[in-house]
């Protein structure tokens, strides 16, 4: 089942669903394919960076995976359970329960913050970034 579904600049498709990332030329060919070998939990889509979090709920464990425009794949494993992704200027930023950390397009680590309370959501501004919890809403200033 497609979960989701966009159209690139160069006019292929990029096809998210439960089993599998595809992506479809504008005649329907299929130019790429990864088969999921877990549950997806979380997807995100934007320009040309898509990311997918495959959960593993029996070893509780999830995964990140990273897909740019020129069909490149990386996964990086992930120790906490997430609870929302972005994408915003060509990096992965990821809410965890307890902090939140970014990752540039091909898997690296950029950035991690501590969090001294649990978000369910945040955006991100500028380079202001706003958490969300059941009874509050913060924000932190990112250095560039």
Not at 40 to 58: F, H, I, M, P, Q
Not at 80 to 94: F, G, L, Q, R, T
Not at 124 to 144: A, P, R
Request: proline letters at 0%; charged letters at 20%.
């Amino acid at each position: 089942m497609v979960l989701y579904s966009k159209y690139n600049s160069d006019g292929s498709i990029v096809l998210i669903g439960d089993t599998q990332y595809n992506v479809v030329s504008s005649s329907g060919e299929i130019l790429y394919t990864y088969n999921f070998a877990q549950n997806v939990y979380l997807y995100k889509s934007t320009g040309d960076l898509s990311a997918v979090v495959l959960r593993n709920e029996k070893i509780r464990q999830s995964q990140l995976l990273i897909f740019d425009s020129a069909d490149n794949s990386v996964a990086v494993a992930l120790e906490d359970s997430v609870a929302c992704i972005e994408i915003v200027d060509n990096k992965i930023y990821v809410l965890f329960k307890d902090g939140i950390a970014s990752y540039s397009a091909n898997g690296e680590k950029i950035t991690e913050i501590s969090l001294d309370k649990s978000y369910t959501d945040f955006s991100l501004i500028e380079n202001q970034l706003f958490l969300f919890g059941s009874q509050q809403i913060n924000s932190i200033i990112l250095d560039n």
